[in-house]
T-cell receptor, first 114, second 116 residues
Framework: DSGVTQTPKHLITATGQRVTLRCSPR?????VYWYQQSLDQGLQFLIQ???????AKGNILERFSAQQFPDLHSELNLSSLELGDSALYFC?????????????FGSGTRLTVV | DAKTTQPTSMDCAEGRAANLPCNHS???????VYWYRQIHSQGPQYIIH???NNETNEMASLIITEDRKSSTLILPHATLRDTAVYYC?????????????????FGQGTILTVHP
């Protein structure tokens, strides 16, 4: 157990639907990162939050949004889902906002869009 | 952030040292080398990082050449559980005020297979 909790572990949904992925960071970590991993794209950075504020953005689609709440948990919302959104979605957390050190990843949410 | 080049795949016998190379010939003076690994379908795991001195921890050793243009991650006694994709990442240590903050960019990595 890495200390980063992601729910649900598996999600199957239909095209056009909306889903919410949840991440609870490791105790004491203020930064949360979201990554998407599909077979053909590898690990793609989506977005980072630090203490409730957005800090860095990757190639996150407009159909995707995220937020970090006062208790530091984060949610990634995916809407108007397409088959190509099927992927593993990882959340990571770290103490700092601006270094590459000590990311702790969760075990991921496997999203299947049918 | 500097670009890295890693071999696509490598094999290693169990109990032997696994030496994973990474080329980062365009690295800047303020950029660190980070290593992460990902065991099949699990979240990536931090291994080690360094600037210019060799580093060692309970998981691995990191050897960085004097010109810093390449590095080698060494797993001293590889086990079957070390079979994973190993990612070499180069980025500035801190990026406060920049636009990438804590972002880590993962490449394709090296698939290390440890054989019995």
């Amino acid at each position: 157990d890495s200390g980063v909790t992601q729910t649900p572990k598996h999600l199957i949904t239909a095209t056009g639907q909306r889903v919410t992925l949840r991440c609870s960071p490791r105790s004491g970590d203020l930064s949360v990162y979201w990554y998407q991993q599909s077979l053909d794209q590898g690990l793609q950075f989506l977005i980072q939050y630090y203490n409730g504020e957005e800090r860095a953005k990757g190639n996150i689609l407009e159909r995707f949004s995220a937020q970090q709440f006062p208790d530091l948990h984060s949610e990634l919302n995916l809407s108007s889902l397409e088959l190509g959104d099927s992927a593993l979605y990882f959340c990571a957390s770290s103490v700092y906002s601006d270094t590459g050190v000590g990311y702790t990843f969760g075990s991921g949410t496997r999203l299947t869009v049918v | 952030d500097a670009k890295t080049t890693q071999p696509t795949s490598m094999d290693c016998a169990e109990g032997r040292a696994a030496n994973l190379p990474c080329n980062h010939s365009t690295i800047s003076g303020n950029e660190y080398v980070y290593w992460y690994r990902q065991i099949h379908s699990q979240g990536p795991q931090y291994i080690i990082h360094g600037l210019k001195n060799n580093e060692t921890n309970e998981m691995a050793s990191l050897i960085i050449t004097e010109d810093r243009k390449s590095s080698t991650l060494i797993l001293p006694h590889a086990t079957l559980r070390d079979t994973a994709v190993y990612y070499c990442i180069v980025r500035v240590a801190t990026n406060a005020g920049g636009t990438s903050y804590g972002k880590l960019t993962f490449g394709q990595g090296t698939i290390l297979t440890v054989h019995p």
